[in-house]
């Protein structure tokens, strides 16, 4: 059992930055891939990056390549996203997610089998 909690959301302006952090409990965490996801209101949850369970792999979504970072220091049991220049559009709900893997990431939301309560991420425009 992994047990997720989010937090480093909040409001922010167009052009600004926020780092999100996921916190998982657990002697294993570093047997997990993890990914991010954020839903907006009245549309469906979406990838946004994911990393391998050593952090030697990586992958962003198209929209926000070379603008948001994912890393992981599995000595704190901990993966973060590095959010900058962000955008009205990156508005949402962030979540964490974990999936028990022994190499590579994922992008299918049905794969993980951990999930964060999640944390609310608000761009003004």
């Given at each position: 059992?992994?047990q ?11 052009g600004?930055?926020l780092?999100?952090?996921?916190a ?5 965490f ?13 549309k ?10 050593s ?71």
């Amino acid at each position: 059992q992994v047990q997720l909690v989010e937090s480093g959301g909040g409001l922010v302006q167009a052009g600004g930055s926020l780092r999100l952090s996921c916190a998982a409990s657990g002697r294993t965490f570093s047997s997990y891939a993890m990914g991010w996801f954020r839903q907006a209101p009245g549309k469906v949850r979406e990838f946004v990056a994911a990393i391998s369970r050593s952090g030697d792999i990586t992958y962003c979504v198209d929209s926000v390549k070379g603008r948001f970072t994912i890393s992981r220091d599995n000595t704190k049991n901990t993966v973060y996203l590095q959010m900058s220049s962000l955008k009205p559009e990156d508005t949402a709900v962030y979540y964490c997610a974990a999936v028990w893997s022994p190499r590579g990431v994922t992008i299918r939301t049905d794969d993980y089998d951990y999930w964060g309560q999640g944390t609310q991420v608000t761009v003004s425009s």
